[in-house]
C-alpha cells in the first residue's frame, strides 16, 4: 500500500507563484512515475504534468507548459510542482499521484487511469 499526501496549496493572486510538495510512502518511491492532476469545480480531473522515476522525462499539459515545473527528489520520497504566472483558470484542486506498477519505466503518463493510488488534494486559488 502506498500512501499520497500532498500539501503547500492556497491563495494566491493572479501573477504570482506557489509550490505544491507531496510525499508517498514505500521503500520503492524512488521506481515509481508520479503524476500532477487538477480538478476544478464541475469540470473533470485532467492531467498537469508527469516525471519518470528518474527524473530525467516529464510532461505537462498544453495550459500549463512553460509556467509549471515538475521535480523530484528520491532522496525525501518527494514530488514537487512549481507553479509560476498563475492564472485565475488555474484554481482547482490539485492531485498527486503514484504509478508503482510501471516501476522503473523511462515514461511518464498522462492518462489518470495509470495511476494506482492518488491523495486526497490541495486547494489551490488564484484570484484576479
Known amino acids: 500500500q502506498v500512501q499520497v499526501e500532498e500539501s503547500g496549496g492556497g491563495l494566491v493572486q493572479a501573477g504570482g507563484s506557489l509550490r505544491l510538495s507531496c510525499t508517498a510512502s514505500?521503500?520503492?518511491?524512488?521506481?515509481?512515475?508520479m503524476g500532477w492532476f487538477r480538478q476544478a469545480p464541475g469540470k473533470v480531473r485532467e492531467f498537469v504534468a508527469g516525471i519518470n522515476w528518474r527524473g530525467t522525462s516529464a510532461g505537462y499539459a498544453d495550459s500549463v507548459q512553460g509556467r509549471f515545473v515538475m521535480s523530484r527528489d528520491n532522496t525525501k520520497n518527494a514530488v514537487y510542482l512549481q507553479m509560476n504566472s498563475l492564472k485565475p483558470e488555474d484554481t482547482a484542486v490539485y492531485f498527486c499521484a503514484a504509478n508503482p506498477r510501471n516501476y522503473c519505466s523511462g515514461s511518464y503518463y498522462a492518462d489518470p487511469a495509470e495511476y494506482q493510488y492518488w491523495g486526497q488534494g490541495t486547494q489551490l486559488t488564484v484570484s484576479t
Open positions: 514505500g521503500r520503492g518511491f524512488s521506481q515509481y512515475a
